[in-house]
Structure formats: C-alpha cells, structure tokens
C-alpha cells in the first residue's frame, strides 16, 4: 500500500523555539494532505487542510499564524509550530490523499515534546 | 457532530472473532462506512471501506445493515497485535474530504 512518512519521528525542544515537521507521499502525488494533533488518551482532532500551491485551510480555533503549514509540492507539506510552548507538546500526524485510489493514508506521527 | 456512536471498550480473546459494531443512523446516501484502527503511539491504519454491500479483504470483512444505519468491523481471528483503538467513519468516497475521528472503540486482545 501507499506509504506516507514523517520527519522527525520525535523531536524535544526548548519553550520558544520554532519546530518543523515534515509530511512526504513516498510512491504517490498527494494534491491535498491534513495534519492532525492528538493529546494522551484522545481521539486525533483535524488542525489544517493543506492543497498543494495553495493556502491552507485551518480548523476553527486553530491558530494559523502558530502552526505555518507549507505545501509547496505534490509530494511534502511541513508543518511549523513557532514559538513552542508545553501545551503544544502532543502527537502531531499528517495524512495524504491518494487520488487514484480515493483513499487517505496516514504518516507515522511525530511525538512534540516543550520543554 | 458525531456521526457515529461506538462502544467504548471492549475484549476478545486471541484466535476469536472480534466483532466491533457501529452506529451510523444519520447516514447519507452518498457517504460510506470506512473504519481506521491506531495501534499505541502510531498513525491510523485504514482498513475496510464499504457503501452498502458486505465488503472482506485481507485485513477483515465489513457487514453493513441493509438500511445503513449500523455496520460491523469482524476481524476473524484476533490476534494481539490487533489491540488499537477502532474508528468507525461516515464520509463521502473522496480522497479530498477530510476525516472526522471520534473517540473510537479500544479493543483489547487477551491471550
């Protein structure tokens, strides 16, 4: 099946840094890809729809100057949490749409941790 | 909204059939049933998709009541690397729209 991968898989940061995350279809063209956060013990809640070239469209109450999606191909969106606080910490996944077989794939997720 | 209702929790034991049960009572002529599962610390893992017919592949077989308003997940002989929470999923077909997760049922395989 498709494969969708994530970088970093993990990745432990000081308050205030910047943090990018990196969502790749590895054998398809993903025109459209999501990016999902999931805090312990909860169901994964939609952030941001992100097309290729274009802006991206964020879920209400999602904060779009905090969380800068970038899709600037049809293979790679990133995701950038800028001035990373503890309450971002959380498992951040994306997934990709695979147009010729109508279906979505899910990356591995990376886990965020604010110190 | 949810769109679906799922039990919370429940347990199999290994090498039975797990039975997960969904309901979709608002469910729109052009929206299917797709289920996802999420292993701890991983991303969701599609399994089965289905319309109205009874759909089986390699993964598990999906039953979907002939008014469409409750399905059935059964995978066939559980194992415990199918311990993950189960999400039931009401949308259109389309790769392009986006997925609703809900709170999900957490299976838990027992030897």
């Known amino acids: 099946g498709a494969v969708v991968s994530q970088h970093p898989s993990w990745v432990i940061c000081k308050s205030g840094t910047s943090v990018k995350i990196e969502c790749r279809s590895l054998?398809?063209?993903?025109?459209?890809m999501f990016w999902y956060r999931q805090f312990p013990k909860q169901s994964l809640m939609l952030m941001a729809t992100s097309n290729e070239g274009s802006k991206a469209t964020y879920e209400q109450g999602v904060e779009k100057d905090k969380f800068l999606i970038n899709h600037a191909s049809l293979t790679l969106s990133t995701l950038t949490v800028t001035s990373a606080h503890p309450e971002d910490s959380s498992f951040y996944i994306c997934s990709a749409s695979n147009p010729i077989e109508d279906t979505q794939y899910f990356g591995p997720g990376t886990r965020l941790t604010v110190l | 909204d949810a769109k679906t209702t799922q039990p919370t929790s429940m347990d199999c034991a290994e090498g039975r059939a797990a039975n997960l049960p969904c309901n979709h009572s608002t469910i729109s002529g052009n929206e299917y049933v797709y289920w996802y599962r999420q292993i701890h610390s991983q991303g969701p893992q599609y399994i089965i998709h289905g319309l109205k017919n009874n759909e089986t592949n390699e993964m598990a077989s999906l039953i979907i009541t002939e008014d469409r308003k409750s399905s059935t997940l059964i995978l066939p002989h559980a194992t415990l690397r199918d311990t993950a929470v189960y999400y039931c999923i009401v949308r259109v077909a389309t790769s392009y729209d986006k997925v609703i997760f809900g709170p999900g049922t957490s299976l838990s395989v027992i030897p």
């Open positions: 054998d398809f063209q993903a025109t459209t």
